[in-house]
């Protein structure tokens, strides 16, 4: 098993940048896939991005394609999420997520096991 804790939320204002950390305690992180998703109010959870457990491949929604970055450094249990050009609609909760599933699966937050507690990001205009 693994535990995941988020942090980086903040305010900010729009065309800003954050940058996500979600740690990872337990051994073998490299062995998951890690996703993040968000929520915002009154709505679902949303698929944002993933990556598979050595890096080798990452996933955006088109929703952040091109502002936002997924990444991980293993030897430090960490991933990343590099967000640029902010916008008010990314205002949510985001959280990171770890699977020991692969492929298309990692865009379904049914496929994740362990889920962090959440970070909230605020994005004013």
């Known amino acids: 098993q693994v535990q995941l804790v988020e942090s980086g939320g903040g305010f900010v204002q729009a065309g800003e940048s954050l940058r996500l950390s979600c740690a990872a305690s337990?051994?073998?992180?490299?062995?998951?896939?890690m996703g993040w998703f968000r929520q915002a109010p009154d709505k679902e959870r949303e698929f944002v991005a993933a990556?598979?457990?050595?890096?080798?491949?990452?996933y955006h929604a088109a929703s952040v394609q091109g502002r936002f970055t997924i990444s991980r450094d293993n030897a430090k249990s960490t991933g990343y999420l590099q967000m640029n050009s902010l916008r008010p609609e990314d205002t949510a909760v985001y959280y990171c997520a770890a699977t020991s599933e692969g492929g298309s699966r990692l865009l379904s937050l049914r496929w994740y096991d362990y889920w962090g507690q959440g970070t909230q990001v605020t994005v004013s205009s």
């Open positions: 990556i598979t457990g050595v890096g080798g491949q990452s």
């Open positions: 337990g051994r073998m992180f490299a062995k998951y896939a």
